[in-house]
T-cell receptor, first 115, second 114 residues
Framework: DSGVTQTPKHLITATGQRVTLRCSPR?????VYWYQQSLDQGLQFLIQ???????AKGNILERFSAQQFPDLHSELNLSSLELGDSALYFC??????????????FGPGTRLTVL | AQSVTQLGSHVSVSEGALVLLRCNYS??????LFWYVQYPNQGLQLLLK??????LVKGINGFEAEFKKSETSFHLTKPSAHMSDAAEYFC????????????FGSGTRLLVRP
């Protein structure tokens, strides 16, 4: 158990819908990262938040957005869902802002299926 | 730009045999390198990481990896495979000057035969 929690574990929805994925980092960690794992793209970095502020952006679609709240939990919002958005979405957390080779601890993931 | 190449999408070994999973990286600045393991229906767990302190890095579950700058490699080894090692293994790289983003290889699935 990494100490990172993600809810829900599974999510099944229809095209065009909007969903919210939730992540709680390890106690004391200030950074939250979101990754997408799909069969065709592999593991891709989406976005990072550090202490409530966006720190870095990867290949995140405009239909996707995220935020980190004062209690440091984070939410990833996916809207206008398409079939290709079906994937495993991971959240990871680290102590600091992503320097010095911080270890990122991964949650168990949310499996999103878009029908 | 940084990248990671993992040779072999599948590796099969017999129980008790040597495990060797290959990882080559490309980075214009000194990298940090990681190996993660993913068991079925689970998240990624850190096996070990290289942060320039020592070129031979020992991790959990008997795994180790050696950083070879001249070969731009960071191969993962274990002297004797166990059935419980069957999983998918990912090599990842990040920049030493701004390591916010892990760049992952495509993964290698390790199969352990009894």
């Amino acid at each position: 158990d990494s100490g990172v929690t993600q809810t829900p574990k599974h999510l099944i929805t229809a095209t065009g819908q909007r969903v919210t994925l939730r992540c709680s980092p390890r106690s004391g960690d200030l950074s939250v990262y979101w990754y997408q794992q799909s069969l065709d793209q592999g593991l891709q970095f989406l976005i990072q938040y550090y202490n409530g502020e966006e720190r870095a952006k990867g290949n995140i679609l405009e239909r996707f957005s995220a935020q980190q709240f004062p209690d440091l939990h984070s939410e990833l919002n996916l809207s206008s869902l398409e079939l290709g958005d079906s994937a495993l979405y991971f959240c990871a957390s680290s102590v600091a802002g992503g320097t010095g080779g911080d270890t990122q601890y991964f949650g168990p993931g949310t499996r999103l299926t878009v029908l | 730009a940084q990248s990671v190449t993992q040779l072999g999408s599948h590796v099969s070994v017999s129980e008790g045999a040597l495990v060797l999973l290959r990882c080559n990286y490309s980075s214009s600045v000194p990298p940090y390198l990681f190996w993660y393991v993913q068991y079925p229906n689970q998240g990624l767990q850190l096996l070990l990481k290289y942060t320039s302190a020592a070129t031979l890095v020992k991790g959990i579950n008997g795994f180790e990896a050696e950083f070879k700058k001249s070969e731009t490699s960071f191969h993962l080894t274990k002297p004797s495979a166990h059935m419980s090692d069957a999983a998918e293994y990912f090599c990842a790289v990040t920049r030493m000057d701004s390591s916010y983003k892990l760049i992952f290889g495509s993964g290698t699935r390790l199969l352990v035969r009894p």
